[in-house]
């Protein structure tokens, strides 16, 4: 019987000159040793990225698609999306029956799941504008990884076991991850993978949308009735964005625009919260709570209506982030008493926790400059299907769109016109990289996979830290609540809130929920001292912090 691997993970950790923080201690290794070669924080970024493809199947990803938010020394900053997009043969209906009727799984599982992928264009363009050193020095250890394979985990197997079912349905023998029995310690390796490192290390983009891994996504295509083109791929490119950025006090926080939710709603919260005095209630108290979910409803019911991609839907970006609209918006708020939330459209349903699925990373270099970056391929394992010559998984992405008004997605939330499908348009994320400065310097750099928790989640961790005066590593590992205004509850990890403040929370009208784990923060904050804390959350096992 194998033996677990022997791992350092290093969950909370102060060092004096750079930090990655990664799902993985293999990815989070390859990132400081990038950094300690002289690679800057970009590299060490990309060179994580390549590897948690290797060692986090799961969700790490070339078959995917993200985000990356960058703060150079010098206080530049820029964003890039490169999330997946609809293929061109995509149609606003394409998941419903001839009643109208969603058909289940249809946008969750299987080829027809899976949005052009955009991870590979996005590292390329990120390291051709921003990289030091050589493309090949950073996808040089992720080849290694896969071909010479690396002993899984305790948490790797035990997912990779919970999903064989699904494997086998739509995988053949030849997947290397389809096995009767996953046991931590044992080697994955993945060839397949590997030689299509190969093909991007030497080729760059066209290793990956053109070539040998384009044929093999297409014939994955033809065997699952996917639709997926060579023209989609093709024509596939990441898009430098213009990042959102916003004061909240002595802040400056800077996040990811459309096609993701995250910046937006994020920014919401802040500038909803600000003029209340909210470090005086108290972390968790009945106030605090009843104030954060009201504004969390306010900014998800936002969120369902007017987010989508920019390049297909006018999203009235400057009016959801203007005090004027925003101090509106809380109007009505009224601290005895929760506002009940439409209930159009909102179906019974539960949300399944075990999709919340993403990777994040945060680095910062030894010039001080930081990287945010978070990646997907939705659920665990994205569609589960593997592409057979390509060796790694496609995402199911398609799930993010409204594949119906008013019907919940995977993770509850509603949509409307504005993230209707469209050929070639972008599926609305909640993912949400963010940097966020104080007094002009860099102050913390964080993120989460979580689905929609995401936004919460960061929004959380700060608050945690800026008002009630947590350290990071408190900040990052005290319990959270949720509230996505549909459904009509909050949802909260276990023990949150004491008996007594349930209650009075109850009182003004609030409904409960408990769930598993939300999100799975991994963050980096700058000590007074010029220090960096580093801190991987407890919530998933393997998050680790490297750094020196
Ligand atoms: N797939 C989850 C998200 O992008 O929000």
Request: glycine letters at 10%; hydrophobic letters at 40%.
């Amino acid at each position: 019987m194998p033996e677990a691997p022997n791992y350092l993970i290093q969950k909370n950790l102060v060092e004096d000159s750079v930090m990655v923080v990664s799902p993985h201690p293999l990815a989070s290794e390859i990132g400081r040793d990038i950094l300690r070669a002289g690679g800057n924080a970009i590299d060490a970024a990309v060179a994580v990225q390549y590897a948690i493809a290797v060692v986090y199947p799961r969700a790490g990803n070339l078959g995917g698609g993200g985000f990356m938010v960058i703060r150079q020394a010098n206080g530049e900053n820029a964003a890039i999306d490169y999330r997946e997009k609809a293929p061109s043969k995509a149609s606003r209906d394409m998941y419903l029956d001839s009643l109208g009727n969603v058909i289940p799984d249809l946008s969750t599982e299987g080829h027809l799941a899976a949005g052009v992928p955009g991870t590979v264009s996005g590292l390329i363009a990120v390291h051709e504008k921003y990289g030091k050193l050589d493309l090949r020095q950073l996808i040089e250890p992720a080849i290694k990884l896969a071909a010479e394979g690396f002993s899984i985990t305790e948490t790797e197997a035990s997912r990779l076991n919970r999903f064989q079912e699904a494997f086998q349905k739509y995988n053949g023998p030849d997947c290397p991850f389809v096995k009767g029995n996953w046991q931590a310690g044992e080697v994955l390796k993945q060839t397949k993978l590997a030689q299509t490192l190969e093909r991007i290390r030497d080729q760059g983009k066209a290793g990956f949308y053109a070539g040998p891994t384009a044929e093999a996504i297409l014939t994955e295509m033809q065997q699952g009735n996917g639709i997926i083109s060579l023209e989609d791929l093709q024509g596939y490119e990441a898009r430098w964005r213009t990042p959102l950025v916003r004061p909240y006090k002595d802040y400056q926080v800077i996040s990811m625009p459309p096609s993701s939710s995250g910046g937006v709603a994020l920014l919401q919260m802040l500038e909803m919260i600000e003029p209340y005095p909210i470090s005086t209630y108290g972390f968790h108290s009945v106030e605090a709570v009843h104030l954060m979910a009201e504004i969390e409803r306010r900014v998800y019911a936002d969120r369902a209506e007017h987010l989508g991609d920019t390049d297909f839907f006018d999203v009235p970006i400057d009016t959801l982030l203007s005090k004027n609209y925003l101090t509106n918006r809380m109007a009505d708020f009224s601290p005895d008493s929760a506002t009940v939330s439409a209930s159009i459209h909102a179906g019974n349903f539960t949300i399944g926790l075990e999709s919340f699925e993403t990777t994040h990373t945060s680095v910062v270099d030894l010039e001080g400059n930081a990287v945010s970056v978070t990646t997907t391929l939705n659920s665990n394992f994205g569609s589960k299907v593997w592409v057979d010559e390509g060796g790694f998984f496609l995402n199911n992405e398609m799930d993010d769109f409204s594949v119906k008004p008013g019907v919940p997605n995977q993770f509850g939330l509603v949509g409307a016109e504005a993230n209707a499908i469209a050929p070639n348009k972008r599926m609305l994320s909640s993912m949400t990289p963010t940097i966020i400065e104080k007094n002009g310097d860099l102050f913390m750099v964080l993120g989460s996979p979580g689905g929609s928790t995401i936004i919460t989640a960061v929004f959380q961790v700060f608050i945690n830290v800026a008002e009630f005066g947590m350290s990071l590593d408190q900040a990052v590992n005290v319990k959270r609540f949720h509230h996505q205004w549909l459904p009509d509850q909050i949802l909260m990890e276990e023990g949150t809130l004491d008996t007594a403040t349930q209650e009075a929370l109850a009182a003004k009208g609030h409904q409960f929920h408990e769930v598993g784990a939300i999100a799975v923060v991994k963050a980096i904050q700058k000590l007074p001292d010029g220090r960096l804390q580093g801190v991987g959350d407890a919530r998933n096992a393997d998050d680790d912090a490297k750094g020196f």
